[in-house]
């Protein structure tokens, strides 16, 4: 099982960034994704979650209207769309399926 995460990067506050989780050894389309950050010094957080269908989706208050997680079945990821990015925002985020996750993304917002 593999998940590796990439599109992280730098941005200044009301940027945005594409995430994206690339899946295998594991049939992807069962399995709800889940997307979590930790900040430094932070517990780690979830932060959106998407059913296996795609079908339902799930955000935590902080980023609500400003995220969109997606996944394309077919292809084997799972994206994390973030618009109007603040600097509250700024930490690694993880992507998790099938009780395993990946290395992780550092994501930097800053002015």
């Known amino acids: 099982v593999r998940l590796v995460e990439s599109g992280g990067g730098f941005v200044h506050p009301g940027g945005s960034l594409r995430l994206s989780c690339a899946a295998s050894?594991?049939?992807?389309?069962?399995?709800?994704v889940s997307w979590y950050r930790q900040a430094p010094g932070k517990e780690r957080e979830l932060v959106a979650f998407?059913?296996?269908?795609?079908?339902?989706?799930n955000y935590t208050d902080a980023v609500k209207d400003r995220f969109i997680i997606s996944r394309d079945n077919d292809k084997n990821t799972a994206d994390l769309q973030m618009n109007n990015l603040k600097s509250e925002d700024t930490a690694v985020y993880y992507c998790?399926?099938?009780?395993?996750w990946g290395q992780g993304t550092q994501v930097t917002v800053s002015s």
């Open positions: 998407i059913s296996s269908t795609g079908l339902i989706t």
């Open positions: 998790r399926a099938f009780d395993n």
């Open positions: 050894g594991f049939t992807f389309r069962w399995y709800q």
